[in-house]
């Protein structure tokens, strides 16, 4: 026998020791994980399937939130609006002093932040309004939405 082959051996032995001992503990960890997955997906089904029911159910609390959400997009709007126009006023104005140096850099500057500001408030006007027009979906689809909700949960379960 070569010292390669003996060599081999005595590395397979602990190697395929160390295998047979870790692969079921990353099987069980694996697991875990996927269960744990799965309950937190119910979980959160389940929730969103009560809130829609309750919405279904009392109309006129779904109205309600609906107003909230008009109310807080018009006011997202508003504020940063106004942040967005008081950074391009402020820009604007430094365009007449005569200061050649540091002015350009820092009007510019505000310009940009005036620019972010914007689009800040319109990807927060977006964001509210997606989820207020998907819940609106769901509460106007109801029965269809339980049905799809039930199967998921069913799927889920197995």
């Not at 269960?35 to 119910?42: Q, S």
């Not at 309600?64 to 008009?70: D, E, F, G, R, T």
């Not at 005036?114 to 800040?120: E, K, V």
Request: aromatic share 10%; hydrophobic share 45%; proline share 3%.
């Amino acid at each position: 026998m070569s010292s390669d082959t003996l060599l081999g051996l005595l590395l397979s032995v602990p190697i395929g020791i160390a295998t047979g001992l870790v692969t079921p503990i990353i099987q069980r960890w694996l697991e875990s994980k996927g269960k744990e997955r799965a309950f937190r997906f119910a979980r959160r089904t389940l929730q969103e399937l009560e809130i829609v029911t309750f919405y279904r159910e009392h109309p006129a609390d779904f109205t309600q939130y609906l107003v909230q959400v008009a109310i807080k997009t018009t006011f997202i709007g508003a504020l940063l609006g106004v942040l967005a126009g008081l950074f391009f006023v402020t820009g604007q104005l430094l365009t007449t002093v005569p200061l050649r140096h540091v002015v350009p850099a820092f009007r510019d500057g505000l310009f940009v932040i005036g620019q972010f500001a914007a689009i800040l408030g319109s990807v927060m006007i977006v964001n509210t309004c997606r989820s207020a027009l998907a819940m609106w979906t769901k509460v106007r689809n109801y029965d269809e939405f339980k049905k799809v909700t039930t199967q998921k949960l069913e799927a889920n379960k197995h």
